[in-house]
């Protein structure tokens, strides 16, 4: 269905503004659909990155300016998703030795063990949003995207 039909529009729309809206109301469905995969497991998209960043490191720690700077939602608020983490055991947070006002986080085996039960339901969500885009399609959007972002 075409932008103008999902949003009921009558009047006549811009293609820039047909992008943009076709964008916006893309992003939602998408976030939505995500965002239900998520709910059994009681953490939003915005847990589910912090834990995804942290299982990237391995072990190590990570403090909270390097996993704001990783976070797809730029605007989160950091401090206050990894208090949720925490009361979940999901993750462990301890002050950097060398620099008391730093502190640093990692991810506990409760955290991996929710990302590994995740990971094949995101793997097959994925596959369900692009399933109809040939690979050749997928790579034209990943570059028009990109290309969005260049401003």
Known sequence: MNIEA???????????????????????FISD???????????????????RILRGQKGKHLNMQD??????????????????LLLKDMVKRNTCPNNRRKIEVNITQK????????DPIIEEHD?????NLSNLELEQLNNLLEKLREI
């Open 111 to 118: 955290g991996l063990d929710v990302l590994s039960e995740l």
């Open 67 to 84: 996993i704001q700077e990783r976070m797809i939602t730029k605007n989160s608020n950091t401090t206050r998703l990894i208090d949720k």
């Open 127 to 131: 596959k369900i949003f692009t399933k």
């Open 6 to 28: 999902e949003i009921k529009s009558t009047v006549k729309l811009s293609i820039t503004k047909k992008v943009m809206l076709n964008l916006t109301f893309t992003r939602n």
């Open 33 to 51: 659909k995500f965002s239900e995969l998520l709910k059994p497991y009681e953490i939003s998209s915005e847990q589910y990155n912090v834990l």
